[in-house]
């Protein structure tokens, strides 16, 4: 059974950092993309990062150069840093993942996580 655990969340204000956490079970971690959606109110969800088996990086324009997503295999752990956070990143934060980096880019993914709150205050 896949199992995706996120934390980190919490409010910050702006322009601080939080680091978000995706405990992965039930996967061969290491032989999975991962990724980060996000879905503030009232809005659809969007993808926000992704990563491959193989350490490629994907990220939507409104937050490269300002978050970083990375892998630990050992840990069986992805992680989204999140820097320089602005009132407009506040959303519930979802990990997800799937063999193909392609199918969380497109956002097809069978797998997701519970999600954590993340709020940014102005």
């Known amino acids: 059974q896949v199992q995706l655990v996120e934390s980190g969340g919490g409010l910050v204000q702006a322009g601080g950092s939080l680091r978000l956490s995706c405990a992965a079970s039930?996967?061969?971690?290491?032989?999975?993309?991962m990724g980060w959606f996000r879905q503030a109110p009232g809005k659809q969800r969007e993808l926000v990062a992704g990563?491959?088996?193989?350490?490629?990086?994907y990220y939507s324009t409104s937050v490269k150069g300002r978050f970083t997503i990375s892998r630990d295999n050992a840990k069986k752990t992805v992680y989204l840093q999140m820097d320089s956070l602005k009132p407009e990143d506040t959303a519930v934060y979802y990990c997800?993942?799937?063999?193909?980096?392609?199918?969380?880019?497109?956002?097809?993914?069978?797998?997701w996580g519970q999600g954590t709150r993340v709020t940014v205050s102005s």
């Open positions: 990563i491959s088996s193989a350490d490629s990086t």
């Open positions: 997800t993942t799937d063999q193909s980096l392609r199918r969380i880019i497109a956002g097809t993914s069978n797998y």
């Open positions: 039930g996967i061969i971690f290491s032989g999975n993309a």
